[in-house]
């Protein structure tokens, strides 16, 4: 069955940056396109990055634009959200979601806590 894994959250300082990590499973992963959404506490979900399945096409929400980057392995079935300049607001659970057949498939989230 579809499956996707996050990894790589953390509590990092302001201004660091943290890479996440998603391992898909279950379906021809170099097929699809690939989200990252967020959700931080008390406020619904956020759609902060997308990429085509050859990793030639991405998208940001505004809040992050210039700061984070999302990219593909196809060969490792993987894709990532590489967060730079990180600030509080950033602060969230992060999930990975495989958009298969028409069905949204989500990772049971990774959290990402920006504090000094």
């Known amino acids: 069955q579809v499956q996707v894994v996050e990894s790589g959250g953390g509590l990092v300082q302001p201004g660091r940056s943290l890479r996440l990590s998603c391992a898909a499973s279950?379906?021809?992963?170099?097929?699809?396109?690939m989200l990252w959404y967020r959700q931080a506490p008390g406020k619904g979900r956020e759609l902060v990055a997308t990429i085509t399945s050859a990793g030639g096409s991405t998208n940001y929400a505004d809040s992050v634009k210039g700061r984070f980057t999302i990219s593909r392995d196809n060969a490792k079935n993987t894709v990532y959200l590489q967060m730079n300049s990180l600030k509080p607001e950033d602060t969230a659970v992060y999930f990975c979601v495989a958009p298969v057949g028409g069905v949204l498939y989500w990772g049971q989230g990774t959290q990402v806590t920006v504090s000094s």
């Open positions: 279950g379906f021809t992963f170099s097929v699809y396109a």
